[in-house]
């Protein structure tokens, strides 16, 4: 993943401490196995994790799976702080082929942040108060997760 600004590394073992979010989360992830692809219940669990993760660190998670059109998506967006932070998830079950997070190559980031530019259009916020920044999930067990803050922007004014 090429990365345009300066970023700082967060790696955490994550434990689940809330037994009914764990509960929940099972459940959805049982139903989401027998209608989606591998692939796509994989990326489900990666994101309901990253949702868990960024509450307990502080964020308020606003919206998931933001799309403005066909070809562009927002896993995650949230707010710390007075920052719009869209947050691109990517989960795999090892890391044998390498890190989740060099799957974002310039392309997707591309399509990140025009329906970025669609969501602080559509809420009024400027683009100087949004960040985006990338969480890499193996389930591994425990399960491994690294949180890219800024990890990439595009025109941004830091």
């Known amino acids: 993943m090429a990365l345009g600004s300066d970023k700082r590394k967060i790696t955490r073992n994550i434990k689940p401490g809330q037994l009914i979010w764990k509960l929940a989360d099972s459940i959805r992830q049982k139903k989401q196995r027998q209608t989606l692809s591998k692939d796509a219940a994989l990326g489900r669990r990666g994101e309901d994790f990253a949702h868990r993760y960024l509450e307990r660190a502080g964020f308020k998670v606003v919206a998931r799976n933001y799309r403005p059109g066909a070809d562009s ?9 007075e920052i719009l932070v869209f947050v691109e998830v990517k989960s795999r079950q090892s890391a044998e082929f390498g890190s989740p997070d060099r799957a974002i190559d310039r392309e997707k980031q591309k399509h990140i942040i025009r329906a970025a530019r669609s969501y602080v259009t559509r809420a009024g916020i400027g683009w100087d108060h949004v960040r985006f920044d990338v969480i890499s999930i ?9 949180h890219f803050r800024d990890a990439f922007f595009d025109g941004r004014v830091i």
């Open 138 to 146: 193996v389930f591994t067990n425990p399960p491994m997760l690294e």
């Open 73 to 81: 998506e927002i896993d995650i967006v949230a707010l710390e702080n």
